[in-house]
C-alpha cells in the first residue's frame, strides 16, 4: 500500500494507470498495477492545477482546475 502525503485527488486512466494529485502547483503522480503492487511511474506537469479536482478526459488526457477553469497536463515533469 503506498501513501501520497497531501494527496487532494484522484484518477483511474482507461489503461490502469492510477493518476494522484497532490495540492496547488504540484506535479501530478502516477502509478501503474504490476502483478499485484503499484510501482510509480513518471510524473505530469499540471501548470496551474489549484489544487482541486481532477479526472480523465473520453480522449484519455487528464484534465485539473485552475483558478481560470480547466487544464490540461503538459506531459512527463521529470529531470533528467
Same mark, same amino acid.
Given at each position: 500500500?503506498?501513501?501520497?502525503?497531501?494527496? %487532494?485527488?484522484?484518477?483511474?486512466?482507461? +489503461?490502469?494507470?492510477?493518476?494522484?494529485?497532490?495540492?496547488?502547483?504540484? %506535479?501530478?503522480?502516477?502509478?501503474? %498495477?504490476?502483478?499485484?503492487? $503499484?510501482?510509480?511511474?513518471?510524473?505530469?506537469?499540471?501548470?496551474?492545477?489549484?489544487?482541486?479536482?481532477?479526472?480523465?478526459?473520453? +480522449?484519455?488526457r487528464i484534465a485539473f482546475t485552475t483558478a481560470?477553469?480547466?487544464? $490540461?497536463?503538459?506531459g512527463p515533469d521529470v529531470i533528467h
Open positions: 500500500v503506498e501513501t501520497v502525503e497531501g494527496a %487532494s485527488g484522484i484518477a483511474l486512466t482507461a +489503461d490502469g494507470v492510477l493518476v494522484v494529485a497532490r495540492g496547488a502547483g504540484g %506535479s501530478l503522480r502516477r502509478f501503474r %498495477s504490476v502483478a499485484g503492487v $503499484w510501482p510509480e511511474i513518471e510524473p505530469l506537469g499540471a501548470p496551474g492545477h489549484d489544487g482541486g479536482a481532477i479526472t480523465v478526459a473520453p +480522449d484519455g481560470a477553469g480547466v487544464g $490540461w497536463t503538459s
